[in-house]
């Protein structure tokens, strides 16, 4: 959402009017680089004279759950646990702690599953100086060198994965502070502004500078790090966020990625900055095999990446003596540093893309399965002005005939920036305003902020206050910071008792004006200070248990999310699926809602890289994840705004919103051209949402992401594996956006050479393994549906998704080369718990072959009743029209149906079928 005009961190806040006019980018001196950061110095300095750290073999303990073993540094005087676990067939753990810690580090609780179990590995005599651990069945083998010390991950003889392999295991060990501590080397030197070169490095031991702002370390240095070696693996993605190409670029010796949720406004492209949320989970992806590395640490990382051509050495073939043959093989490395907790790290080895991504979402929940309106258009601006505005806007959709789901409110509506209030001169009736989208059946959307007012009247802060529910300073006192409401204290968030009272706020006795269509937008939780170090709280503040803030900085916008989301669950009692948006998150977000790509702004290039940072969210278990059509800053011209909108059509979160000083862009304040072309786009994501939501569905279930880059799909084809500005909607449809302003052509792949493709609107056929010049103009954009794939579709729009619960479906059947196909919907209530907890619901499978499509029972255990029927049914690559075609239950009495066909597209279409949906039938074409 919105964010303060750009403050350097002496500068005193501006007052509301001023924050309001926004400068259009980020102003990076707010921000650290990694020069500026000083465990990543610490970690990047040369070691000299310093011993490797030793394996201690004969240490080794094998319990039921876990193989432990120690490692030493002689030099650095530091011993250091190492256990290994299995978690699955392909999944292990492993995790690296201080021997005997000062105190307990902190270890990430809430995203692994209460039920995670986990088996020991099995030692076995390795070669001299080394040690193999087995996994259960023998396939999987630890390969462990005492000296120097380094962990192989091996099976059938191949090493998949390499563990310390350029020795850069890293622990500062916690430390009582001395009694006269000397001021840390380099004194009172400002590291945002001056140089280092000529001086004393400053290694920030017990305190670091930021600007004004002092770290206090009240244990000293605490930062770990590790590295990876992928032998064979030259592709690796993920780790989001920031505004990066989906194929991460190696670091080099430029900027490590930086995995630290910041308030970053009108964030750069192609920058290896953080910005509002972090996943630290990395994917390599090679012909063969797919692997994933989920570092589980909520402190502040650093990750760098460096490729190389290692050199292979095998056998000669053929028989008789000869030289060796050689051949390049990639190798990528990488390494993870992070401030503070313990190393905790899973190995996920796949082998294939959708087992890594099972493998995560089995380690950090399924995503959410989100109520069905949430999947329509929203609309949103900062802000609408008042009641009025809202009845307006509202009154403008239906007026053009464009369906909507959702209309969202900004800080503006409430009493103050008071969050669960209502400014009452503007809307004096929120119950009311409510209830006119209800009788629409669309839903409200409002903000709630992790930052509460201070003032001792608003019974918010004072309850909070009395209860101690606020992140305190370093002195143990309720911290205090600014932010849009001026001063503020934030709420303490990793205590589940604080959770527990958030939850209660969304009570409709509580909330005062709230109904059971308003759900809720989490904004500024990275969290958001404005007179922060780097905007943020310090990382000396104290959070429940005495943690300080450095430890878990990157789960605090989770925390809030999931507090909202259980409250919006339990003011349904329990039966009603929640919606919640978020800006910070972490990994496991999933579970709880959807998450947007920040403060974009009106540019081209921000549409072209919004494709590649919503693909790597998706890979990184967040599939419901979406950016602002239009740019959050600025004034889009109308070319771009159609082309955002068709974009973001066939993107999962739908959105449109704006800065406040922007000009006002409902999509018929537009030329009647522009206003028609966004109204088609909009319908016609509202005719897909039977595909969407059975994907989102699927989603659940297998964790396998909605939006794909193209090598999920098509694996084994090297052209896909940097391929950005396409991906595939599940595995039927093929999406190519057009992101050059007065494009007349774009250059489209279709993959797969045994593959068949169809233009979604044209029907033309196309063959795969080639790119094709695709002619365009505004009127729409590149798709292509995949041959041997069932789409559902409804035949008709509503003005909501409300409105198209009874609405007959449509099928379009894509045959492949071998003439069949074959495709699923899901169906239920679209906003219960009844699909999970009372079976309420249908799958449904749709196949053809050999002539014949049938729908059948794809879960038995699903029943659910619709009056539903598929209206009509487009079967592509039909290559002779049929002498007659009849429907019936199968085995049962057929009946003719009408139909025609069109020679020139292939294309055989059925209408006024009227097939129940939730029966068993099938259609014959002779």
């Not at 005193?12 to 950061?37: H, T």
Request: proline share 7%; glycine share 8%.
């Amino acid at each position: 959402m919105e964010q303060q005009a750009a403050m350097g961190p002496a500068q005193e806040p501006a007052g509301r009017e001023e924050i309001s006019v926004l400068e259009e980018a980020v102003d990076k001196s707010i921000f650290r680089d990694c020069s500026q950061i000083a465990f990543y110095r610490r970690q990047k300095r040369p070691r000299p004279g310093q011993t490797r750290y030793r394996g201690l073999l004969d240490s080794v303990a094998a319990g039921r759950d876990r193989t432990k073993f120690l490692v030493v540094n002689e030099d650095l005087k530091v011993r250091l646990q190492v256990e290994c676990s299995q978690v699955e067939e392909d999944v292990f753990r492993l995790k690296i702690d201080e021997e005997a810690p000062l105190k307990p580090r902190f270890e990430v609780p809430d995203v692994l599953p209460r039920s995670l179990a986990t088996r020991g590995l099995t030692a076995r005599p390795g070669d001299p100086g080394h040690l193999v651990l087995a996994s259960g069945d023998g396939a999987w083998k630890f390969r462990v060198a005492a000296e120097p010390f380094r962990i192989d991950l091996v099976t059938e003889e191949e090493t998949v994965l390499g563990i310390n392999s350029t020795d850069q295991l890293y622990f500062e060990p916690l430390q009582t502070p001395p009694r006269h501590r000397e001021p840390s080397p380099g004194g009172e030197e400002d590291l945002s502004t001056s140089s280092s070169q000529g001086k004393e490095e400053d290694l920030g031991l017990w305190e670091e500078r930021w600007g004004p702002f002092v770290d206090v370390k009240a244990n000293g240095p605490s930062s770990v790090g590790l590295d990876f070696s992928l032998p064979g693996f030259e592709h690796v993605y993920g780790i989001p966020q920031r505004a990066q190409s989906l194929q991460l670029p190696d670091t080099g010796n430029g900027e490590a990625y930086r995995l630290y949720n910041l308030d970053v406004y009108g964030y750069e492209i192609h920058d290896k900055m953080g910005i509002y949320g972090s996943v630290p989970y990395l994917l390599a992806h090679s012909q063969g095999r797919t692997v994933g590395v989920f570092w589980l640490n909520a402190s502040e990382t650093l990750v760098e990446i460096g490729r190389r051509a290692a050199v292979e050495t095998g056998a000669r073939p053929g028989p008789g003596p000869g030289p060796a043959k050689k051949r390049a093989k990639c190798h990528t490395a990488v390494r993870w540093m992070s401030e503070g907790g313990v190393i905790d790290v899973f190995l996920l080895m796949g082998p294939t893309p959708s087992a890594v991504f099972q493998q995560y979402g089995r380690l950090t929940g399924p995503p959410a399965l989100p109520p069905l309106f949430s999947l329509g258009y929203h609309q949103c601006r900062w802000n609408y002005e008042d009641e009025r505005d809202v009845r307006a806007v509202d009154a403008g959709f239906d007026g053009h005939d464009i369906p909507y789901d959702a209309l969202w409110l900004d800080i503006e509506h409430t009493e103050g920036k008071r969050y669960f209030t209502w400014d009452r001169q503007r809307f004096p009736d929120p119950t009311g305003m409510q209830d006119l989208l209800r009788g629409k059946r669309r839903k409200l959307v409002i903000i709630t902020d992790p930052h509460i007012k201070v003032d001792p009247d608003y019974s918010l802060y004072s309850q909070a206050k009395a209860k101690g529910y606020f992140v305190k300073n370093s002195a143990g006192e309720d911290f205090e910071g600014i932010c849009w409401p001026g001063a503020c204290s934030y709420l303490d968030f990793t205590n589940p008792e604080v959770r527990k009272w958030y939850a209660d706020q969304f009570a409709f006795s509580t909330y005062k004006g709230s109904t059971d269509v308003l759900f809720a937008w989490n904004d500024m939780n990275e969290p958001s200070v404005f007179r922060g170090p780097e905007l943020t709280l310090p990382k000396d503040a104290l959070h429940h248990g005495q943690r300080e803030h450095r430890e878990l900085h990157n789960i605090y916008g989770l925390y809030q999310q999931m507090a909202t989301a259980a409250g919006l669950v339990q003011r349904s009692g329990g039966e009603e699926r929640p919606f919640v948006l978020t800006r910070s998150f972490f990994a496991g977000s999933q579970k709880y809602g959807a998450v947007w790509t920040g403060d974009n702004r009106a540019e081209w290039s921000y549409l072209k890289i919004s494709i590649p940072m919503l693909l790597t969210l998706s890979i990184a278990g967040i599939p419901f994840c979406g950016a602002d059509v239009g740019g959050f800053i600025g004034d889009p011209d109308p070319e771009l705004l159609v082309r955002w909108y068709q974009a973001a059509a066939f993107q999962p979160f739908f959105r449109g919103h704006a800065n406040r000083d922007t000009k006002r862009r409902e999509p018929w304040l537009l030329e009647p051209l522009h206003t028609r072309l966004i109204r088609e786009t909009v319908r016609e994501r509202y005719t897909l949402l039977p595909y969407w939501y059975s994907l989102f569905y699927r989603a659940q279930e297998t964790s396998v992401p909605v939006m794909r880059p193209l090598w999920v799909e098509f694996p084994t084809e090297p052209e896909t594996f940097g391929a950005e500005e396409e991906y595939m909607l599940g595995n039927a449809l093929l999406v190519h956006p057009v992101t050059d302003p007065g494009a007349t052509s774009v250059n489209v792949f279709l993959p797969g050479p045994a593959e068949v493709w169809y233009d979604f609107r044209t029907f033309a056929r196309r063959e795969g393994a080639r790119t094709l010049e695709v002619p365009v103009t505004l009127e729409s954009i590149p798709v292509f549906q995949r041959g041997g794939t069932v789409v559902p579709a409804k035949t008709s729009v509503g003005g909501s998704t409300g409105w198209m619960a009874e609405a007959s479906y449509e099928l379009r059947v894509a045959l492949d080369s071998e003439a069949s196909a074959v495709g699923e919907l899901f169906l239920d209530d679209g906003h219960s718990f009844g699909y999970l907890r009372r079976n309420r619901y249908l799958r449904r499978k749709f196949s053809f072959q050999s002539g014949t499509l049938s729908s059948s029972c794809e879960d038995a255990k699903g029943k659910f009743h619709t009056d539903c029927v598929v209206e009509r049914v487009l079967i592509l690559g039909v290559d002779r029209k049929p002498s007659s075609v009849t429907t019936g239950p199968p085995g049962g009495k057929a009946r003719e149906a009408d139909f025609t066909y069109c020679a020139a597209t292939s294309v055989l279409s059925l209408e006024k079928l009227r097939l129940a949906v939730g029966a068993d039938w099938v259609v014959r074409v002779r």
